[in-house]
């Protein structure tokens, strides 16, 4: 029987983090898998809760949160409802955020403890996992999917000096209509932690196993990026998913009741590499 635990637990700057564990009943002790959504993500967007089914059913914890600031709510977990937390967002918090959600599953305090776990991380998650990674010798693997290889890549660069002057940005969200700001904050913490937050250096520092997923038709984050990274890290293992979007044809919402295809093919390639 497949079970979903809640947990809301404080990330950055005290703010509360969901976070939901989907697993087997009879696999409660299954080896954990901590996924990580991306800029203008959340946990339960799109087709994350069937990837969490389908990862349990493979014999797996599957632990998904939502970031400290990435705009949602406890109240309204699904929508942009605080553009202001969104607006005071920095890598360096989402790094914080990832930590404790890490000591949270080791230090077993509301579920079974883990000696270690894996880490997934989609699209501006898969940057920050990719320096968790490095940092981190509790993370056993590493899967990204989508992933961006440069934190200045999601921004035009030729925005940066208004940015600057202004102290704020508006990126606009093709899918809810909504201006979402970034205060220079976010700029300021990627240019005053030029080494930490350097991903392509960090992920050369990776000693763990590491899978590297793309989709050849993704033009949010161009196939190039995970060229870069495979470049970085000889030793990580690259897969090219023909046809695969960004989201690997998901959408939010999402209606259905199966895994697309794209999105299959991926879980597949994640949960052998995995179990290997």
């Not at 977990?77 to 790094?95: G, H, K, R, V, Y």
Request: net charge negative.
């Amino acid at each position: 029987m497949i079970k979903k635990e809640n947990y809301n637990i404080p990330g950055a700057k005290g703010r509360g983090m969901l976070m939901d564990i989907t697993y087997d009943t009879q696999h409660k002790n299954a080896p954990l898998v901590i996924f990580a959504h991306g800029f203008k993500g959340f946990k339960d967007w799109g087709a994350h809760n069937l990837v969490a089914e389908y990862f349990a059913e493979q014999g797996f914890r599957y632990l998904k949160f939502n970031f400290s600031h990435n705009g949602t709510t406890a109240d309204k977990p699904t929508d942009f409802a605080d553009l202001i937390a969104f607006a005071d967002n920095t890598f360096s918090m989402e790094l914080e955020d990832l930590h404790d959600v890490i000591d949270f599953a080791c230090n077993g305090s509301s579920m079974p403890s883990v000696k270690g776990v894996y880490l997934i991380g989609h699209s501006m998650g898969g940057g920050i996992s990719i320096i968790q990674t490095a940092e981190d010798k509790r993370v056993k693997k590493l899967v990204t999917f989508a992933s961006i290889s440069g934190f200045g890549d999601l921004w035009p660069k030729e925005a940066e000096e208004q940015w600057k002057l202004q102290g704020i940005m508006y990126m606009p969200n093709k899918r809810t209509g909504q201006e979402m700001p970034l205060k220079s904050t976010l700029l300021n913490d990627l240019l005053n932690n030029p080494n930490r937050l350097d991903i392509l250096a960090k992920a050369t520092e990776i000693k763990q196993p590491w899978l590297i997923v793309h989709g050849d038709e993704d033009t949010t984050v161009p196939l190039s990026h995970a060229h870069e990274l495979e470049k970085a890290n000889k030793e990580a293992e690259f897969k090219v998913i023909k046809g695969g979007d960004h989201t690997f044809g998901a959408t939010q919402p999402f209606w259905g009741d199966t895994l697309p295809a794209e999105l299959h093919e991926f879980c597949d390639l994640a949960i052998n590499f995995l179990k290997d």
